[in-house]
């Protein structure tokens, strides 16, 4: 089987957090300058302050230093449980403070839902199929002039000038056919 460089690395690393566990503090340095710039990145996105995320990254290897002899290698490389206990440091710093908004769940009751309720969306379907139906009642093209003026947003004018019809004769159709809605929607 092959090793590679990062395969070589990780054991290199495991083996220097296992002499940090007997007190070497030359190991420990090592273990620093190793991770320090990953372990600052975690606190960094936990903690966007700075000197917060200095703080937590600092308690982070005073917990490497006491507990560094219950780092077990069958479980997982010593990066992953280095990231582990650093972001737990930055957890429980972010917790502390009061940082993160917690609520009670009972609260999301009260917490307004903008969308229709159920029996204003029936009434809604039932009022679009009604008018629907209406629509269809509508002859000689009134249908589409309504359509047009109505629902596309188009001027009395426009529709004058796209059906070469004079503009009063629209204006009539138009009204025809609202009093015509208006008879079959009541």
Same mark, same amino acid.
């Given at each position: ?24 503090? @030359?190991?420990?340095?090592? @273990?620093? !300058? ?14 966007? @302050? ?15 230093? !006491? ?16 990231? &582990? ?12 403070? $009061? ?11 009260? @917490? ?40 596309? $947003?188009? &001027? ?31």
């Amino acid at each position: 089987m092959d090793t590679t460089i990062s395969d070589m690395s990780a054991i290199s690393l495991a083996r220097t957090l296992q002499r940090v566990a007997d007190g070497d503090r @030359v190991a420990f340095e090592e @273990v620093y !300058r190793r991770t320090s710039v990953k372990l600052f990145g975690v606190c960094l996105r936990i903690l966007p @302050v700075r000197h917060e995320a200095e703080e937590a990254l600092q308690e982070a290897y005073l917990q490497v230093w !006491r507990r560094a002899a219950a780092f077990d290698p069958s479980r997982g490389s010593a990066m992953t449980w280095l990231i &582990t206990l650093t972001r737990n440091r930055a957890v429980d710093r972010l917790r502390a403070d $009061g940082k993160i908004a917690t609520s009670p769940i009972e609260l999301a009751a009260e @917490v307004a839902d903008d969308a229709p309720a159920a029996p204003d969306l029936l009434e809604m379907g039932e009022d679009e199929q009604r008018l629907a139906h209406c629509l269809g009642t509508l002859e000689n093209g009134e249908h589409q002039l309504i359509r047009i003026a109505f629902f596309e $947003g188009s &001027t009395y004018a426009e529709l004058a000038n796209r059906a070469a019809t004079p503009l009063g004769t629209i204006k009539s159709r138009i009204r025809r056919a609202l009093l015509k809605l208006r008879d079959c929607l009541q």
